[in-house]
């Protein structure tokens, strides 16, 4: 039964390998830009919510300093670096994904020109293949980008939050 189940699994991979594969052939050169600059977003974005669900809850039970004490206002500014980690760099790769998704777009239409100028007519199957280049480094750049953008918003209002929360808890008598 396991075995029946290893395989089932290993060609599912396998063909979700290949569908990928596919995909960032369609989209042309500037796919692989875009998976590397998603994947390093991603990767910030799961750290971040690693530390927001299992890290930051243990920095709210340790023991507050005196209020209005250098030492609040130390455990305060380390608290705001903390929570503010990584968030501008989010931000700015949420923003460079759709910049990538037009390169690709302006690289397909560019392929398709040179193409046509190569072939001499304007050849729907020529004229096909650089469009959809276009549209799908287009579409991949702004769904990454957009989805960015939302979890990077997210991110920031629950570091607010927790500034706010942990600030009170400070200044508390």
């Known amino acids: 039964m396991s075995g029946r189940l290893l395989d089932t699994f290993s060609s599912f991979l396998h063909e979700s390998e290949q569908h990928i594969e596919d995909l960032m052939d369609l989209g042309g050169p500037v796919m692989w830009p875009l998976l590397a600059v998603s994947l390093l977003l991603w990767t910030l974005v799961l750290e971040r919510y690693w530390f927001f669900l299992r890290s930051l809850p243990g920095f709210l039970e340790r023991p507050a300093p005196p209020p209005h004490s ?3 206002t130390i455990e305060m500014a380390e608290m705001k670096i903390a929570l503010r980690r990584h968030l501008r760099l989010i931000k700015t790769l949420s923003g460079i994904l759709p910049m990538l998704g037009l390169l690709g777009t302006v690289t397909g239409i560019i392929e398709t020109f040179d193409l046509i100028r190569l072939f001499g007519s304007a050849e729907t199957r020529i004229v096909a293949r650089g469009v959809s280049q276009a549209l799908i480094t287009t579409l991949a750049g702004l769904v990454m980008g957009l989805f960015g953008v939302g979890v990077f918003y997210n991110l920031d209002r629950r570091a607010r939050t927790f500034e706010r929360r942990y600030a ?4 508390r008598p």
Do not use: Q
Request: no cysteine.
């Open 168 to 171: 009170e808890r400070l200044l």
């Open 70 to 72: 250098p030492a609040a």
